[in-house]
């Protein structure tokens, strides 16, 4: 059936091509039926990518090894799960994951804002479709994931680090995330190009923006725990130039979220906001680039490939024109208002904006440094994890304090002595607990207790803009305070759903200052009964045991945990030794305390003929507040995605005034 | 082989048949040319626009001051102004409803009369 998969991405080619041309036409020329017809291309290459990816699927489940994509990626003992995820776990796989992505978004974009912005959209339609056509023209001529050969016995088999429950929804999630990014600048570039630049595709993208920014955000947790259970090193960010290609499009959407409240709410950084767009897409391709490339040494990286040139000249073109349709219609995006105040909302905006970027460009240039020192002097300088966490610190901390300043500020200005009246009781808190933190000996790492000072004053300002407006609610009639606060909620979801983030985004800082700036190492060969203490643990090394599973032979050492006079039970790590990939993973045994969110971290890094274990193990505070952070950030995005029904009914009733389709 | 080609073939067709459906459903149609809004409604649009970010910065403002996020000295700053706002957003409005036959696109139907 490969034929059949190869002829579904033709056809795709084919669509997504009239798509770009058609589309083109139809918008230039005002072409009504053409328009329509270029939209339904784009909804057909959606079910003909759909298409192709069923064979590709059918022929991983069928152990199809005449696939050459299916040989080198599967095996006869895969487990199913990772039989599936196989399909993402290849160049050419995920590839075709990313084009059925883009077209359904494609697809679901036109759909349902075609109505209400059809004058946008028929713009939008050739944009999504150049693309579709750079990434189909990918999968059917550069990167097919249905080239064939005969078939061999059986398959070569998935990299062991491959094989864990997170790569069934970290790589997908990721993608939603990159590709999401392309609906906002799909729309920033049609408004560019048709000269629409009111704020309908502001409007049209900003829950596109938001899923996608969830998705990758969600995507980048879950590769960390990954990270963390699997790759078994001790920590969970390695600031790894394809970790941080899927860092930099978030941080620049991130900067464009809070910037977009601007123009809503005062007209203004219209520039700016096209430009974020553009960066945020624009930093998704580089990511791609990057994983597939073969530039970067990366745990993450696919194999050396010929894509990379494709990719760069992708990104130069996509750069290229867009800077040049925003040059063109500068005087139309000039803002009607200026920032009235250094000590206002939209100046905090502005000042977190600021950094983010300053944040996202710093990781930038740590991610091509390498590159340019190969190219000019021709050895790779790689700037290590001291950079990183230097310009973290450096740009993370005073954003982390902006997110408690931002909303507590009038927009516009604000007075000194309103200023102090706001700021009284949150900074009084972070005072205490600063303090508090210094007597109890947090003051070990000043980066760690300023942290923790910050923190609990963006917790402060979080808990009094809840209570307070529950209080107002209350006042302006609810019956409850349940209610109140659910009509708090209801009435700005986007605002109230940014504080849980923001929370989500406390827990992270938290997490990750805990456990990186307060952990203890100890390092120790031990045989059998004898024992090494690490912080307040014991652990004592009972037994080095051995057994068959499905495609691996486990070696497990046995270590009895206890804290003080209490036992805390067993703990296993050690080795998976995988029988058809021939390679050995590190399978590290964590203890976590559901109590203090603390992790005792246990790796065996070589085991002896004789049993003697050399094991390193870690005691790391807080740090499952990371993955916490998680379930609340996926909450905060999700309040602030709720439809809502108020400010639809104020769309619809702008829309019928200009006398467009109010339907969306 | 076979079946895999008859499959694609069919796909195709299929494909082609959506992508010209809007041409087999209207052969001949009245307009063929796209509802674009004109300048008049752009304006309009931008108005409103403007209407709603000044009607929404008053509501917000009012309800930052009740819960006490705003204190009294600055409300008292900011109200006036964001109300002047309002009224002047209103009053262009108002000038532009009053013109309406300027606004009629160029097929005379009126706004609201959009299919």
């Known amino acids: 059936m490969a034929e059949l998969g190869r002829a579904a991405l033709v056809v795709t080619l084919g669509l997504t091509t009239y798509a770009l041309v058609a589309g083109a036409a139809a918008a230039h020329l005002g072409r009504r039926r053409l328009a329509l017809s270029a939209q339904n291309a784009l909804v057909a290459a959606f079910f003909s990518t759909l298409v192709a990816s069923g064979v590709l699927l059918a022929a991983l489940l069928r152990h199809d090894f005449s696939f050459t994509y299916v040989a080198r990626t599967t095996s006869e003992a895969l487990p199913t799960g990772y039989t599936v995820s196989a399909f993402w776990g290849g160049q050419e796989g995920s590839l075709l994951l990313w084009l059925l992505v883009l077209t359904g978004f494609g697809a679901l974009a036109v759909r349902l804002n075609r109505g209400w912005a059809r004058d946008l959209i028929v713009w939008v339609v050739p944009v999504f479709a150049t693309v579709a056509v750079f990434f189909s023209f990918l999968v059917v001529a550069v990167a097919s994931p249905f080239a064939v050969q005969p078939a061999p016995p059986d398959g070569a088999g998935m990299t062991p680090s491959l094989q864990n429950p997170y790569m069934l929804a970290h790589p997908p999630l990721l993608y939603l995330g990159y590709v999401g990014l392309t609906v906002p600048f799909a729309f920033a570039l049609a408004a560019l190009l048709s000269g629409r630049t009111d704020e309908r595709w502001l409007i049209a993208t900003r829950r596109w923006t938001l899923v996608a920014w969830t998705a990758l955000g969600i995507g980048q947790l879950l590769g960390a725990h990954w990270a963390y259970v699997e790759v078994g090193w001790g920590g969970y960010y390695a600031w790894d130039p394809v970790e941080n290609a899927a860092l930099m499009p978030w941080l620049a959407a991130t900067a464009f979220l809070h910037s977009v409240m601007i123009q809503e709410k005062r007209g203004m950084l219209r520039v700016w906001n096209v430009l974020l767009v553009i960066l945020a897409f624009s930093l998704s391709l580089f990511g791609t680039f990057l994983t597939r490339s073969g530039v970067v040494n990366s745990i993450h990286s696919f194999t050396q490939s010929s894509i990379g040139p494709w990719f760069l000249a992708f990104i130069a073109f996509t750069v290229a024109v867009s800077l040049a349709l925003l040059f063109r219609r500068l005087p139309q995006l000039r803002s009607p208002t200026r920032l009235e105040s250094p000590v206002s909302r939209e100046a905090a905006f502005l000042y977190n904006n600021l950094l983010l970027l300053a944040l996202c460009l710093t990781i930038l240039w740590g991610v091509v440094y390498p590159l340019i020192s190969e190219a000019v002097r021709g050895e790779a300088v790689v700037l290590g994890r001291s950079y990183f966490d230097f310009f973290l610190r450096v740009f993370g901390l005073p954003l982390l304090l902006l997110m408690g300043i931002g909303p507590l500020i009038a927009w516009r200005k604000a007075s000194l002595r309103s200023l102090v009246t706001t700021f009284r009781w949150p900074t009084t808190v972070a005072l205490v607990t600063g303090a508090v933190l210094v007597v109890l000996g947090a003051g070990s790492s000043v980066p760690g207790l300023v942290t923790y000072t910050f923190a609990a004053f963006v917790v402060a300002t979080i808990v009094m803009e809840f209570s307070r407006g529950t209080r107002a609610r209350k006042a302006l009639g609810a019956v409850s305070w349940p209610g109140a606060f659910h009509s708090l909620i209801s009435r700005n979801r986007r605002r109230y759903g940014g504080y849980v983030v923001h929370a989500a985004i406390v827990l992270l800082a938290i997490g990750i200052a805990g456990s990186s700036a307060f952990d203890t190492v100890a390092e120790a060969k031990l045989r059998p009964g004898e024992s090494m203490d690490v912080g307040r643990y014991t652990l004592a090394y009972r037994s080095l045991d051995e057994r068959q599973v499905e495609n691996a032979t486990e070696i497990r050492a046995t270590l009895a945990v206890s804290r003080g006079d209490r036992d805390l039970g067993t703990l296993e790590a050690g080795k998976n030794a995988y029988t058809i990939e021939q390679q050995v993973s590190n399978e590290v045994g964590i203890r976590s305390d559901r109590l203090t969110g603390e992790d005792l971290f246990v790796i065996a890094e070589q085991i002896d003929p004789d049993g003697a274990v050399y094991f390193r193990v870690f005691v790391k505070p807080l740090v499952n507040l990371i993955w916490i952070a998680g379930l609340v950030f996926v909450l905060g995005s999700a309040i602030a995605l709720w439809p809502d029904a108020r400010e639809q009914r104020r769309l619809v009733a702008r829309a019928r005034e200009v006398g467009v389709p109010a339907t969306r | ?115």
């Open chain 2, 1 to 115: 082989m076979t079946e895999a080609l008859v499959l694609a073939a069919l796909l195709a067709v299929v494909c082609v048949v959506v992508v010209a459906f809007p041409f087999l459903k209207e052969p001949e149609p009245e307009s063929d040319s796209l509802d674009e809004l004109d300048e008049a409604e752009r304006r309009r649009l931008e108005l409103l626009e403007s209407r709603d970010r000044s009607l929404a910065a008053l509501k917000e403002l009012e309800f930052d001051h009740r819960t006490g996020t705003i204190s009294d000295d600055d409300y008292r700053t900011l109200v006036g102004p964001l109300r002047r706002e309002v009224a002047s957003a209103l009053q262009a409005l108002g000038g532009e409803a009053n013109s309406e036959p300027s606004s009629q696109d160029g097929e005379g139907r009126p706004p609201g009369e959009r299919s």
